[in-house]
């Protein structure tokens, strides 16, 4: 294994270990204050049953914090030493990290390297989310850029690393680290349902610069210094083979040993290797037992060395099948989440779906098919639906929007403004047309409307029959789907409707010939904000005063003995 710090002539005229980039010069990095990126260093082992638990934790931040959330896996410890004939993916390095990271019980990972209780910086799974939410909200002292290239045949890799100052330091060196890291390694782990064929990701394989990286110098605000590196991607460490499709770089720079500055990543450029089209391909889950969008979620895994351009599926929806070209933009070696739009097709009571993929980047390809199964949406006869919702107590992680079968939004409401607590609304929507719709009920980050008190929702049709509702959201949420037909005579302004409602400028009369009770009459925008509100006890006709404003729609809920009757009102 050879690795080489690559010495560069500054403007200076000193010999150092990096070069000043002026900015008139081209560089990456931002020189703008940028938010901090977080580094979970997640200790493991492959005797650990709650250890992918951990990983399905790290997983769902990575999925919502994208390239500002890097992960090292790091194998030490006595959950990580192997027995019999399993691998050993410890490292030289690992040790020393979790001494410094401290013990607390696997899994356990730390954060930036920043304590999290006394002096300890390793936490368990469950307090992982809310402290990367609170750093990626923190101004980072510096900003970093990073990229790499690997020679297929010779494994000589060059790395480039761009760092910029955008805040004053109180120290005149931090400490450069770069680790090696493996995505895709199929092995033993203990665990429910795991056993010999799990998936290890994000796995450390090396720290290029070293136990504690390379000293690098505090400059001046907005100057950019370059580092560039020369390195041999060994073959295997500890006898566990390193693939060159499956590695990537996490660089970072920390105060000392400790206190993670900054991170960032990248995933090297493979030269010099030819390679026909390859990939692998998952069903996605569809979110619901009932479904009715009209495309179906799939994971794919480019397992070559060109990058994924157009995918060519035909797909059969019970029994009748139709052909598609998707284009996509799946880098190689890299994931990439599709969605494989269909034509529209009738939905039954119980429904199958198999979709196989024919080519790729217009090569035949043959993989197995995918299968998708689900029931039909429920029925709902009514075009207005009234939701009652409240958040828990992190507002701005929860969400609900209403889309339509292509997944094009008809309305929303939220995320909301952070620090509020609890808030609770009730909205009455008027969906435009019948067809399907999806509700879907969401939370950001995927830990569900758990924090401090619960949120729910409860869903009514506007003939008071209750569509849904759950009082413990969680996870990411849930999503229902609907099947809206023909409206109730209840929604509509027929003559034989038992209240009829006639506008004028300044309010509406009710008119009541039924004599029926009317106990409360509620007016909203069709944004679904209530802009009225009376509870009132008559039986005879009513009027309303009402200042309408310019020419609008407005819906009307009057609600009786009988049950509650909603109009749409054109003010003229």
């Known amino acids: 294994m050879k690795k080489d710090f690559v010495l560069k002539l500054a403007g200076f005229g000193l010999l150092l270990s990096f070069s000043w980039v002026g900015l008139a010069q081209t560089h990456s990095v931002s020189t703008e204050p940028q938010k901090k990126s977080v580094l979970l260093e997640k200790y493991t082992g492959v005797g650990c049953g709650n ?5 399905r934790v790290a ?44 013990d607390i019980g696997y899994p356990q990972g730390s954060l930036n390297r920043v304590p999290y209780e006394s002096d300890v910086m390793n936490s368990n ?15 980072a002292p510096l900003n970093l850029y ?3 290239s690997v020679d297929a045949g010779s494994r000589e890799m060059r790395i480039k690393v761009e760092l910029c100052y955008t805040s004053a330091m109180e120290e005149t060196s931090n400490m450069l680290n770069i680790a090696l890291v493996q995505n895709h390694i199929l092995g033993y782990q203990n665990g429910a349902n795991m056993g010999y064929n799990y998936s290890h990701e994000h796995m450390l394989r090396d720290l290029i610069t070293g136990q ?7 400059s001046a605000l907005g100057q950019v210094q370059t580092f560039e590196y020369e390195y041999t991607v060994p073959d ?16 970072f720079v920390t105060r000392t040993t400790e206190d993670v500055l900054n991170v960032c990543g990248t995933k090297p450029v493979l030269e010099n290797l030819d390679e026909a089209v390859n990939l692998s391909m998952e069903a996605g889950d569809l979110g619901s037992a009932r479904y009715g969008y009209a495309f179906f979620p799939a994971s794919v895994r480019n397992l070559c060395n060109d990058t994924l351009r157009d995918l060519a599926f035909t797909v059969d929806i019970n029994g009748a099948s139709q052909t598609v070209t998707v284009p996509v933009s799946i880098p190689p070696y890299q994931d990439g989440n599709i969605e494989i739009p269909v034509s529209a097709y009738p939905v039954q009571a119980s429904n199958t779906v198999s979709v196989q993929v024919d080519a790729a980047n217009g090569s035949p390809v043959s993989l197995p098919a995918l299968t998708y199964s689900f029931s039909e949406p429920l029925v709902v006869d009514s075009k207005v639906l009234y939701i009652d919702f409240s958040t828990d107590d992190c507002p701005d992680e929860c969400s609900y929007v209403i889309r339509n ?4 939004t008809v309305y929303a409401k939220g995320p909301f403004e952070s620090g509020a607590g609890q808030l609770s609304f009730s909205d009455t929507v008027v969906l435009d047309s019948e067809g399907i719709y999806a509700l879907e009920f969401r939370d950001l980050w995927h830990d569900g409307w758990q924090e401090g008190s619960r949120g729910s929702f409860k869903i009514k049709a506007g003939n008071g029959r209750l569509v849904g509702q759950n009082y413990s959201i969680t996870e990411g949420g849930e999503t229902m789907f609907v099947n809206v037909t023909e409206a109730s005579a209840s929604e509509s302004l027929e ?63 009057v609600k009786t003995e009988e049950g509650s009757l909603v109009y749409k009102l054109v003010v003229l």
């Open 495 to 557: 003559a034989d409707n038992p209240i009829r409602l006639f506008s004028d400028r300044e309010g509406f009369r009710i008119s009541n010939p039924s004599a029926l009770r009317i106990e409360r009459v509620e007016i909203f925008n069709l944004n679904g904000s209530r802009l009225y509100d009376k509870v009132v006890d008559v039986r005879s006709d009513l009027y309303v005063p009402f200042d309408a404003g310019a020419t609008q729609l407005l819906i009307v809920r």
């Open 59 to 102: 997983s769902v931040i990575k999925d919502v914090a994208g390239d500002r959330f890097w992960i090292l896996s790091i194998h030490e410890g006595h959950y990580a030493e192997p027995w019999g004939d399993l691998p050993d993916y410890r490292t030289q390095w690992g040790a020393a990290l979790l001494e410094q990271a401290g």
């Open 236 to 251: 295997s460490v500890r006898d566990v083979e390193v693939d060159l499709r499956n590695i990537e770089l996490v660089a």
């Open 51 to 55: 250890c992918p638990d951990g990983a």
């Open 212 to 218: 504690w990286g390379d000293t690098v110098q505090v």
């Open 405 to 408: 079968t292509a997944g094009e």
């Open 146 to 148: 990073m990229e790499a």
């Open 125 to 139: 799974r469950g307090t992982w989310i809310k402290r990367a939410k609170a750093i990626l909200e923190e101004d």
